[in-house]
């Protein structure tokens, strides 16, 4: 079945704990990105990533960093994470290298509380 | 960079009416603009889109248009049922090759709710 999955789904952390938010798509897209979503502000571009070992800033990059080492994997990485990080976070894929002007696929969503 | 922004925040409507949802966007380069529903603790889903050399585009009950003039575009659903009621978001971005590419942009949402 093709589909995007992220792990975890929820996570509750501590300010300053350094954490990783995996996703994985299996349909061997080029272009994967990370998005944040809050109540009011829909949804922001964090990172993407247009093919292996290519990866750019979207709107609120600060405190995160992503890499793409494999074309499946693009994983967020938040090495102190903070209060204002706490969001649902969304990976999407999609298969083209004309950036996001394709379908984007979405995964499931990672719930992330930071106290 | 872009600019997109998304009227009304929130819509109700009754069962068997029309909704529209309205976006305007700033960057005259966008060429690409999905609309994604997101219903109540799910991920977001295209439901239709339109590329900037289409005025037009329908999908049964959706439909969405463009004006590249004014540089606006609409989502409309006609014959309304409960199962519509969910967050709308509609987006734009560009597929040429360009300093943006792989940038989307996303309006704020419009949670639409129709009652039976």
């Known amino acids: 079945e093709a589909q995007v999955t992220q792990n975890p789904r929820y996570l509750i952390t501590v300010t300053g704990k350094k954490l990783t938010v995996t996703c994985s798509q299996n349909m061997n897209h080029e272009y994967m990105s990370w998005y944040r979503q809050d109540p009011g502000l829909g949804l922001r571009q964090i990172y993407y990533?247009?093919?292996?070992?290519?990866?750019d800033k979207g709107d609120v990059p600060e405190g995160y960093k992503v890499s793409r080492k494999e074309k499946r994997n693009f994983p967020l990485i938040l090495e102190s994470p903070s209060p204002n990080q706490t969001s649902l976070y969304f990976c999407a894929s999609s298969p083209h290298l004309a950036g996001a002007g394709k379908t984007q696929y979405f995964g499931p969503g990672t719930r992330l509380l930071v106290l | 960079g872009e600019n997109v922004e998304q009227h009304p925040s929130t819509l109700s409507v009754q069962e068997g009416d029309s909704a529209v949802i309205k976006c305007t966007y700033s960057?005259?380069?966008?060429?690409?603009f999905p609309w994604y529903k997101q219903e109540l603790g799910k991920r977001p889903q295209l439901i239709i889109d339109?590329?900037?050399?289409?005025g037009e585009k329908k999908d049964q009950r959706i439909a969405v248009t463009l004006n590249k003039t004014a540089k606006h575009f609409s989502l409309h659903i006609t014959e309304t049922q409960p199962e519509d009621s969910a967050v709308y978001f509609c987006?734009?971005?560009?597929?040429?090759?360009?300093?943006?590419?792989?940038?989307?942009?996303f309006g704020r949402g419009t949670q639409l709710t129709v009652w039976p």
């Open positions: 987006a734009a971005t560009t597929d040429d090759r360009g300093s943006t590419l792989g940038r989307l942009y």
């Open positions: 339109i590329r900037s050399n289409v």
């Open positions: 960057d005259s380069a966008s060429n690409y």
């Open positions: 990533s247009m093919n292996v070992e290519v990866t």
